[in-house]
């Protein structure tokens, strides 16, 4: 190879390759040599493209004759191998996420174009179409992964990762449900599966998905015990809780009597419970508290720990939540909670208040005591 122009350091170099027909340029992009050929015979024409790439790589573009091909879509296939080989449970939302939202976006864009204006474009769309910033958010994440991804790979697929826009969110968990309405809604529940699904949510505060799933194998009956084990939840981490209610101990001795330790806890028949939207709006309306949402039973069933003096570090553990800051947005604390707190804070104050409010002195008026010469 034969470099046809000396150059300073930092300005990159124009070379011949013998198998070539075309002149080559090199530079260097994030402390790595690129090489790619210019497509031109011409020293003048190779030296602008290379001027070019210098120039997009100062303006923090990616460069480089495969990053130039390489389409956004192109990514989302390495971020669904990714959820793939680490068998994450959240794959499912994110190929709906990508086929739904982002693929009509970004799909066919090539993945060195994508920066702020585009990805204000989306937000200003999805926001037009009344998507919640919490969803954007979560859209807006899986991009950011899929980018994420690329740059580490060997070769990297991009040179550069966007600045991703976080929105502030505002979702804080609105339903739960008191203590007449939930005997209401147990009152209507006319299935074993339903029935027993409900006392094991509204229990441990566990999520659907970690509750359809349960098996005969993990309920110990003798042992008081339902565990789950690890990699079967969404934080990916086994959880093990003792079965203190005997309510709730004779509606899982009545769903797994019978059934063989593979079998599922929760089943209709002999099928499992899959998708059972239908029998819950049923049962909601039936009880008075339409629109209620199942997952709002993991709600109420910290708020209930709570009111019951439960640590909070005990509930998280319980229930699953890894953060504070996640289960703080369940707003685990309601009016009610609070009024209930400053009345009996209101009540144990009169029982040790020795001074009565009849009789106490009423503070001298100043003006009128500086009148009559007292000072």
């Given at each position: 190879?034969?470099?046809?122009?000396?150059?300073?350091?930092?300005?990159?170099s124009?070379?011949?390759?013998?198998?070539?027909?075309?002149?080559?340029i090199?530079?260097?992009?994030?402390?790595?040599?690129?090489?790619?050929?210019?497509?031109?015979?011409?020293?003048?024409?190779?030296?602008?493209?290379?001027?070019?790439?210098?120039?997009?790589?100062?303006?923090?573009?990616?460069?480089?004759?495969?990053?130039?091909?390489?389409?956004?879509?192109?990514?989302?296939?390495?971020l669904?191998?990714?959820?793939?080989?680490?068998?994450?449970?959240?794959?499912?939302?994110?190929?709906?996420?990508?086929?739904?939202?982002?693929?009509?976006?970004?799909?066919?864009?090539?993945?060195?174009?994508?920066?702020?204006?585009?990805?204000?474009?989306?937000?200003?769309?999805?926001?037009?179409e009344?998507?919640?910033?919490?969803?954007?958010?979560?859209e807006?994440?899986?991009?950011?992964?899929?980018?994420?991804?690329?740059?580490?790979?060997?070769?990297?697929?991009?040179?550069?990762?966007?600045?991703?826009?976080?929105?502030?969110?505002?979702?804080?968990?609105?339903?739960?449900?008191?203590?007449?309405?939930?005997?209401n809604?147990?009152?209507h529940?006319?299935?074993?599966?339903?029935?027993?699904?409900?006392?094991?949510?509204?229990?441990?505060?566990?999520?659907?998905?970690?509750?359809?799933?349960?098996?005969?194998?993990?309920?110990?009956?003798?042992?008081?015990t339902v565990?789950?084990?690890?990699?079967?939840?969404?934080?990916?981490?086994?959880r093990?809780?003792?079965?203190a209610?005997?309510?709730?101990?004779?509606?899982?001795?009545?769903?797994?009597?019978?059934?063989?330790?593979?079998?599922?806890?929760?089943?209709?028949?002999?099928?499992?419970?899959?998708?059972?939207?239908?029998?819950?709006?049923?049962?909601?309306?039936?009880?008075?508290?339409?629109?209620?949402?199942?997952?709002d039973?993991?709600?109420?069933?910290?708020?209930?720990?709570?009111?019951?003096?439960?640590?909070?570090?005990?509930?998280?553990?319980?229930?699953g939540?890894?953060?504070?800051?996640?289960?703080?947005?369940?707003?685990?604390?309601?009016?009610?909670?609070?009024?209930?707190?400053?009345?009996?804070?209101?009540?144990?104050?009169?029982?040790?208040?020795?001074?009565?409010?009849?009789?106490?002195?009423?503070?001298?008026?100043?003006?009128?005591?500086?009148?009559?010469?007292?000072?």
């Amino acid at each position: 190879m034969q470099q046809l122009q000396q150059r300073q350091r930092g300005e990159g170099s124009i070379y011949e390759n013998p198998r070539s027909r075309y002149l080559w340029i090199k530079y260097y992009s994030g402390g790595k040599p690129v090489r790619e050929s210019s497509r031109t015979a011409d020293p003048a024409k190779a030296a602008k493209i290379l001027r070019q790439r210098i120039g997009q790589i100062e303006r923090g573009e990616s460069v480089g004759p495969q990053v130039d091909r390489i389409r956004v879509a192109d990514l989302a296939a390495g971020l669904f191998r990714d959820y793939q080989v680490n068998n994450r449970k959240s794959l499912v939302d994110v190929e709906a996420r990508w086929r739904l939202h982002l693929q009509p976006f970004f799909g066919s864009m090539k993945a060195a174009q994508l920066g702020s204006t585009l990805l204000a474009q989306y937000i200003d769309q999805r926001q037009q179409e009344h998507a919640g910033n919490a969803t954007i958010n979560r859209e807006l994440a899986c991009l950011k992964r899929a980018y994420r991804l690329a740059s580490l790979a060997n070769p990297p697929q991009v040179l550069r990762i966007p600045e991703f826009p976080h929105l502030q969110e505002d979702n804080v968990r609105q339903g739960c449900l008191t203590a007449d309405q939930y005997a209401n809604l147990i009152a209507h529940c006319d299935e074993l599966w339903l029935r027993a699904l409900v006392e094991t949510a509204v229990t441990y505060g566990w999520r659907v998905g970690e509750l359809l799933n349960l098996r005969v194998r993990q309920v110990d009956l003798a042992g008081r015990t339902v565990r789950l084990e690890p990699g079967e939840t969404k934080n990916r981490e086994g959880r093990e809780v003792v079965i203190a209610s005997s309510t709730l101990l004779e509606l899982l001795r009545q769903c797994v009597t019978g059934k063989d330790q593979d079998d599922h806890v929760f089943t209709r028949g002999d099928k499992p419970v899959r998708d059972f939207r239908k029998s819950w709006e049923n049962l909601c309306t039936a009880a008075g508290v339409p629109g209620l949402l199942f997952h709002d039973l993991r709600r109420t069933a910290a708020r209930n720990l709570r009111a019951a003096g439960v640590p909070e570090e005990i509930i998280m553990r319980i229930a699953g939540w890894k953060t504070s800051g996640v289960f703080r947005r369940y707003a685990i604390v309601d009016q009610a909670d609070v009024r209930d707190a400053l009345q009996k804070l209101n009540a144990s104050r009169q029982q040790h208040l020795t001074t009565p409010l009849r009789g106490l002195q009423r503070p001298r008026n100043r003006h009128k005591s500086s009148e009559h010469g007292d000072d």
